[in-house]
């Protein structure tokens, strides 16, 4: 295995971080900004009136895009370890 395949892998590792963990951040910013925009209207300064609802929504979000995440990660862990008999 050369330098640039590992260099390669890497960078699809990185890129699937980012790809499998933006479904959940996405969500919880959107409701977070939603909650906080019924908060400065209302005059309500509860902390858990932000707090339960992301945790609800990014709840949700993972069971929903889980099997999606878990067919990704497979399929990296698959082509990494497939990878492991190029080292010398």
Known sequence: M???QL???VREGLYLVLLVSAPPV???LLVG???NLFQATTQLQDH???FVPKLVAVLA???I???WIGAQLVRFARAV???IPLVR
């Open 2 to 4: 050369t330098e640039q």
């Open 48 to 50: 858990t009136l932000s």
């Open 7 to 9: 260099l390669s892998i």
């Open 65 to 67: 895009s889980g099997p």
């Open 61 to 63: 979000t993972l069971a």
């Open 33 to 35: 900004l939603v909650v």
């Open 26 to 28: 996405l969500v919880s």
């Open 81 to 83: 370890f497939d990878g």
